[in-house]
Each structure stands twice: as C-alpha cells, then as structure tokens.
T-cell receptor
Framework: NAGVMQNPRHLVRRRGQEARLRCSPM?????VYWYRQLPEEGLKFMVY????????ESGMPKERFSAEFPKEGPSILRIQQVVRGDSAAYFC??????????????FGPGTRLTVL | AQTVTQSQPEMSVQEAETVTLSCTYD???????LFWYKQPPSRQMILVIR??????QNATENRFSVNFQKAAKSFSLKISDSQLGDAAMYFC???????????????FGKGTHLIIQP
C-alpha cells in the first residue's frame, strides 16, 4: 500500500517564478493537508482540502499561495512569484476521514523548495 | 489558539538506555488528540504514537510509551532500550476535535533533537 507521495522532492526556482508542488494521498484517503516547515522549526498548518473543496485555508498566506484538490489527480500547492522567504520544506499529509480517531494524518516525504 | 511547547531543543542518551522527551500544551478544549512524530535525517515525518485525551490509559507502541497527564497538560514520550535508528527530531503535535479556523491541522512543537551515543 503506497504511502503519501509528493513530487518533486527538490525544487529550485528563481525569484518571480512559479512553484507547483504535487501530492497524491494514500489509497483510500480523501483528506489532504499542506504544511510548511521553516529551518529549525516545527511544521505549520497551511490548508485542508477534500476533493474539489477547500475546507480550511486559515494558514495560507493571503497572496501568491493557492491550493486545489481536483476530482481526478493529485492535490496541487501553487506559489506564484516566489520570494526567498518561500524557501522551506512543504509537507503534504492525508487522512482517511476528517474526524474521529481514524483521522491520523500520514505524511509524505516533503518537497524542499529553494528560491534563488 | 492552542500552543505546543517542547522545552528540550536537544537530548542525548546512550544506546540501550531510556530517555524521556517532554511536551506541554495549552488548550481550553476538553477533548483532543495528541501525537508524537519522528523526523529522521531523510525528513520524512513518521507517526510514533498517538493518544486520545479522553483515554486515561497511556498509549504504548513497542519501545515507545507516553505519560499523559491531562490536568497538567503534559504529554511526554519515553523511549526504552534506545537504538541508533531512534536518532531523529521528535515533534509533539496537538489536534482539536473541532473544524475550521486552523483546527483541522496539527499544531506542532519546535521539536527535540535526539542523539543516540553508541
């Protein structure tokens, strides 16, 4: 049973470019969460999505960041016009349900974004 | 908003010995979930153990166990018979039962770097 998959694992962008990070949840999971980890910090929640719905985006920066989880295909975290401060590791997690004990979130390996 | 505090930036233990990592949290909620995740140098986040707040019995997974003190809002992780493969960053995390306003996500502490001395 494949775990959460993220690609690319490493992404290098120049300032002003766009970054697209992809996440495929575990089989049977319909809930996706995105987190950002700055150096020497814990993970910070960004957004929670179900298929075709953004449920909670209270952790997302108001500008340049967007996320989607289409009916078909992976979830996408999109960062437009990247700046050096966007350099971080971005983790995706998935869960089977949104509530209850089965809500344990399982994490992907992360995408390390470097902005030059 | 909930906060999670890990007061030990780094801990060191001899192989085969026991080590305890501390975690405290602040919340006004009466029911919630608590987790310990491990992040080895590969940076993959791996679930170590989980606890529901309404359960008084402490969770145990092989060599890993927790000491959950609800009144004190404390959730420490004990690793017995430490092995070299246990070396990693350990993060304590909190999750609310509620939804919205960021509650769906996990709230993480800053982590404790565990070093295993051979």
């Amino acid at each position: 049973n494949a775990g959460v998959m993220q690609n690319p694992r490493h992404l290098v962008r120049r300032r002003g470019q766009e970054a697209r990070l992809r996440c495929s949840p575990m089989k049977g999971h319909s809930h996706v969460y995105w987190y950002r980890q700055l150096p020497e910090e814990g993970l910070k929640f960004m957004v929670y999505l179900q298929k075709e719905n953004i449920i909670d985006e209270s952790g997302m920066p108001k500008e340049r960041f967007s996320a989607e989880f289409p009916k078909e295909g992976p979830s996408i975290l999109r960062i437009q016009q990247v700046v050096r401060g966007d350099s971080a590791a971005y983790f995706c997690a998935s869960s089977q349900n949104g509530q209850g004990f089965t809500d344990t979130q399982y994490f992907g390996p992360g995408t390390r974004l470097t902005v030059l | 908003a909930q906060t999670v505090t890990q007061s030990q930036p780094e801990m060191s233990v001899q192989e085969a010995e026991t080590v305890t990592l501390s975690c405290t949290y602040d919340t006004s909620e009466s029911d919630y979930y608590l987790f310990w995740y491990k992040q080895p140098p590969s940076r993959q986040m791996i679930l170590v153990i989980r606890q529901e707040a309404y359960k008084q019995q402490n969770a145990t997974e092989n060599r890993f166990s927790v000491n959950f003190q609800k009144a004190a809002k404390s959730f420490s992780l004990k690793i017995s018979d430490s092995q070299l493969g246990d070396a990693a960053m350990y993060f304590c995390a909190y999750r609310s039962l509620y939804s919205g306003g960021g509650a769906d996500g996990l709230t993480f502490g800053k982590g404790t770097h565990l070093i295993i001395q051979p």
